[in-house]
């Protein structure tokens, strides 16, 4: 590597990021701390229209360019589409930000087996069909990041997260193994890890102060994350800043894991 001033290892100039998820929450923050670097950004989600919104406000608020293209990640199909149409939009793809997820939440003697089924089929299955359909290219390109956004639950268990603990343990092997698999080929495979944020994913949450409570206690900074705190290490991952990080698990959790 060359001797770069450590402040430009971390600009994403010429790069195209896709980040599924990237309508909502932390995928729409990460999508907009890419863009803020100099990325090329795909936003995707099962919405067109919500597609097409998010790219517009990430251009106009960045100046990158932005695309919107509607993809269901659990469809096999639909993730081929979206792969295909972004590379043929621009020919490239160097990193991917697999962010679409799910979490549900029951006692497990509760828990239907096909809401079981949708977690693991949205985090794990759509995590691992976006992962193989951009393997080839980045293989080819001899370049490439993914980013496969865990969980502080993808290291420790809460309870009524029968499905969703699993599904967030699973992408971390996902990851080591996709690392070793690409290292090869110059692709780098991490885990991104978020402590709670105050998204639409834990709406369900704050009808219940309790459980509210409960869930921020457990970080040593005892609050929600902000949204833009999740962009910092994004740009990391996806950048040259982390070039000899692969198979890692990166945590932004407020110390959750720290307790
Ligand atoms: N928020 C947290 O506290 C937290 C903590 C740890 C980890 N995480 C993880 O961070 C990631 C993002 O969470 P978030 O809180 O930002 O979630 P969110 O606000 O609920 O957003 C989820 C995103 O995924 C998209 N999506 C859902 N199903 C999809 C599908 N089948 N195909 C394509 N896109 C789909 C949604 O759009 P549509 O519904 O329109 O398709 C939306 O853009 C998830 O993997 C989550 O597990 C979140």
């Not at 081929?80 to 799910?102: P, T, Y």
């Not at 409570?213 to 609050?223: D, E, F, G, H, I």
Request: glycine share 10%.
């Amino acid at each position: 590597m060359s001797e770069s001033h450590v402040m430009d290892l971390f600009r994403l100039d010429g790069r195209v990021a896709l980040i599924t998820g990237g309508t909502k929450g932390l995928g729409r923050s990460m999508a907009l701390g890419l863009a803020q670097a100099g990325a090329t950004t795909v936003i995707c989600s099962r919405h067109a229209d919500q597609c097409e919104s998010a790219a517009v406000e990430v251009a106009a608020q960045t100046g990158s360019e932005s695309v919107g293209f509607a993809a269901d990640v659990t469809s096999e199909e639909q993730v081929q589409s979206l792969v295909d149409e972004a590379v043929h939009r621009f020919g490239r793809l160097d990193v991917l930000i697999n962010s679409a997820g799910i979490n549900l939440r029951h006692p497990i003697e509760e828990f239907p087996p096909d809401e079981w089924q949708q977690v693991m089929d949205l985090n794990v299955r759509g995590t691992w069909l976006c992962c193989r359909a951009v393997a080839p290219l980045m293989k080819q390109q001899r370049n490439g990041s993914v980013i496969n956004v865990g969980s502080t639950l993808s290291a420790v268990g809460l309870a009524n997260r029968s499905a969703y603990c699993p599904s967030k343990h699973a992408v971390i092997g996902l990851t080591k193994t996709l690392a070793l698999e690409w290292a090869p080929f110059g692709v780098r495979c991490n885990t991104l890890c978020p402590g709670p944020f105050l998204t639409e994913m834990n709406v369900p949450l704050l009808g219940e102060p309790e459980k509210v409570k409960a869930v921020v206690s457990q970080t040593a900074l005892n609050r929600w994350g902000e949204l833009p705190e999740i962009r910092g290490a994004a740009v990391y991952l996806a950048s040259d800043a982390s070039s000899y990080m692969t198979g890692a698990s990166l945590y932004v959790d407020g110390g959750w894991t720290a307790g």
